[in-house]
Structure formats: C-alpha cells, structure tokens
T-cell receptor, first 111, second 113 residues
Framework: EPEVTQTPSHQVTQMGQEVILRCVPI?????FYWYRQILGQKVEFLVS????????KSEIFDDQFSVERPDGSNFTLKIRSTKLEDSAMYFC?????????FGSGTRLTVV | AQTVTQSQPEMSVQEAETVTLSCTYD???????LFWYKQPPSRQMILVIR??????QNATENRFSVNFQKAAKSFSLKISDSQLGDAAMYFC??????????FGSGTQLTVLP
C-alpha cells in the first residue's frame, strides 16, 4: 500500500535555529497538508497545499513557517528561528480527494 | 468555523466487550466527511473508518462501526469484540469544503484483560 514518508523521525534543535521537515507524499495525490500535535494535545491543522501553492493556512502558520514543493516528489515545512513551544510532533498528510494518508511524523524537540 | 467535540477524555472496556466513543460536531455545511483515527503510543495516525455525510447508511469496517446522526450532528464509534491492540487514543475528525481535517480532543481507550 502506498505510504507517506517523513524524515527525519526525530530532530533535536537549538532554540533560534532553522529546521526543515521533509515529506514524500503519495505520488498521485493532489493535496498536501502539515499538521502539528503538541504532546498530550489534539492534532492541529497548519497548512494545505494544492497546485503548487498554499490553499489554506491556520492562525498558527505565521511568518515563522513556510512550505515548499521543491521538486515533483518532496514537500517540506521550514520553521525559522525555532522556539521552545515549537516542540511537537509534525505530521504530513496527502490526499487525492478526501482519503487522507498520514506519514509517521517527525518529533521535533527544541532545546 | 467547524468544531469537533469529544466529551469522553478516557474510556475503558473489558477485552471482548463492546465500547462506544462519542463525537459531536458543528457545521453549516451539508456536504462533508467524518473520520475516526486511531493513534497508538507510536503516535502514528491510522484511519479507522470514514463516513460521507450524503450517505444515510452507517459505515462499517470489520469490528468497527459508526452511528451517524446527521440531524443531531453526532458521529459515534462502536468497537465490538474489543482486543488489547485496540488500546489507543481515538480522534474524531471533520472535513468539509476546505478539505483540511478538524480534529476533536481525543478519547484515550484502555482495554482491560
């Protein structure tokens, strides 16, 4: 069964540093998403991406965040100047229409 | 904006018994999808079941079934013949015209041997 692949599985970074989280969505999917889950809390939508541009973004997705699809397969989330409160599990998901497939997540720890 | 409410932060069930997890949602849309996701300790998000709002028939997947009440905006998950491997956090989620998922706060299910 096709999978969404996320790398790295765990990243530790110093406060103030930039991180890039990477995702390879399912190849024929059209919509790509990033979600965040702070430990013990619910999963929150960050941003959706369609046709090479952002289609929706939440209040969380401020100027600190950016997304890119640098080639035909990768989908990245960049977090600039990380803060302690950015520590969370970050999930990538993709869908053709309404059938969402999630990656296994990247656990980001900001120290 | 759509909201999803799971009023049971924790539930427990005896192995082989049946348990029902509750979910309500609020929306002004008529066409949407509802989902239940399972999140084990590995924190992977695993789709359990999906329901299209235009379908009156309740979705079923093996031991998992839903009770979808559109007028009441209720979407409960029934797990029959509970197994130890069913122990996890369960999230109810909504997707409408904006496509992205809106999640509830989750229900932690414990299965007792």
């Amino acid at each position: 069964e096709p999978e969404v692949t996320q790398t790295p599985s765990h990243q530790v970074t110093q406060m103030g540093q930039e991180v890039i989280l990477r995702c390879v969505p399912i190849s024929n999917h059209l919509y790509f998403y990033w979600y965040r889950q702070i430990l013990g809390q619910k999963v929150e939508f960050l941003v959706s991406f369609y046709n090479n541009e952002i289609s929706e973004k939440s209040e969380i997705f401020d100027d600190q965040f950016s997304v890119e699809r640098p080639d035909g397969s990768n989908f990245t989330l960049k977090i600039r100047s990380t803060k302690l409160e950015d520590s969370a599990m970050y999930f990538c998901a993709s869908s053709l229409v309404y059938g969402y497939t999630f990656g296994s997540g990247t656990r980001l720890t900001v120290v | 904006a759509q909201t999803v409410t799971q009023s049971q932060p924790e539930m427990s069930v005896q192995e082989a018994e049946t348990v029902t997890l509750s979910c309500t949602y609020d929306t002004s849309e008529s066409d949407y999808y509802l989902f239940w996701y399972k999140q084990p300790p590995s924190r992977q998000m695993i789709l359990v079941i999906r329901q299209e709002a235009y379908k009156q028939q309740n979705a079923t997947e093996n031991r998992f079934s839903v009770n979808f009440q559109k007028a009441a905006k209720s979407f409960s998950l029934k797990i029959s013949d509970s197994q130890l491997g069913d122990a996890a956090m369960y999230f109810c989620a909504y997707s409408g015209s904006a496509r992205q998922l809106t999640f509830g706060s989750g229900t932690q299910l414990t299965v007792l041997p």
